[in-house]
């Protein structure tokens, strides 16, 4: 079965700092994986996606993810944290029927 | 663009009562489903539909009841309301694997207290 264990349930930054928020996978196929974000109150949206074009992948709002297999690692990075990243993340594996969501990280980004 | 649309936002409840969480999606995606998130837990699978007249269970259906009768809506019916069932209720959609890429699109939230 597919799963995701994300490293770190709150993650506090700096306004300016790179953020770095971990994820493993385990998967013995390619996976689907993604990172969701969700405000204060609100549903998840997509950040980005990984599809297996390219192991580094680009997203909204600066963010972006590298794939390394040899990792078994999907984390996901900006190089410049700003207040209004402040949220949770989800990193999430499978696709369609068989999704697993991660059990999230809050990101606190301190002025 | 709606997208996906969930009623009620908040609905307090007492035990043994029952209620219908309300989702549609005008998207006209094939897939539909309903999480729970539960403070460290992330989001968990409670059931979900691959069409109009196709359910199956998720990872924690009990308790819980859904139909699909339509490829819009997907309403998540609890039979009889106890204090465990106190969550956050998504609903998402997403384009069947022909078109998509598995990306879920999601309601804003129903949150439910039991008490």
């Known amino acids: 079965a597919q799963s995701v264990t994300q490293l770190g349930s709150h993650v506090s930054v700096s306004e300016g700092a790179l953020v770095l928020l971990r994820c493993n996978y385990s998967s013995s196929v390619p996976p689907y994986l993604f990172w969701y974000v969700q405000y204060p109150n609100q549903g998840l949206q997509l950040l980005l996606k990984y599809t297996s074009a390219a192991t580094l992948v680009k997203g909204i709002n600066g963010f972006e993810a590298e794939f390394k297999k040899s990792e078994t690692s999907f984390h996901l990075t900006k190089p410049s944290a700003h207040m209004s990243d402040a949220a949770e993340y989800f990193c999430?594996?499978?696709?369609?029927?068989?999704?697993?969501f991660g059990t999230g990280t809050k990101l606190q980004v301190i002025p | 663009n709606a997208g996906v649309t969930q009623t009620p936002k908040f609905q307090v409840l007492k035990t043994g009562q029952s209620m219908t969480l309300q989702c549609a999606q005008d998207?006209?995606?094939?897939?539909m489903s309903w999480y729970r998130q539960d403070p460290g837990m992330g989001l968990r699978l409670i059931h979900y539909?691959?069409?109009?007249?196709?359910?199956d269970q998720g990872e924690v259906p009990n308790g819980y009841n859904v139909s699909r009768s339509t490829t819009e809506d997907f309403p998540l019916r609890l039979l009889s309301a106890a204090p465990s069932q106190t969550s956050v209720y998504f609903c998402a959609s997403t384009p069947g694997l022909a078109e998509g890429t598995g990306e879920l699109f999601f309601g804003e939230g129903s949150r439910l207290t039991v008490l």
């Open positions: 539909s691959v069409g109009a007249g196709i359910t």
């Open positions: 998207m006209n995606h094939e897939y």
């Open positions: 999430v594996t499978g696709g369609y029927q068989k999704v697993t």
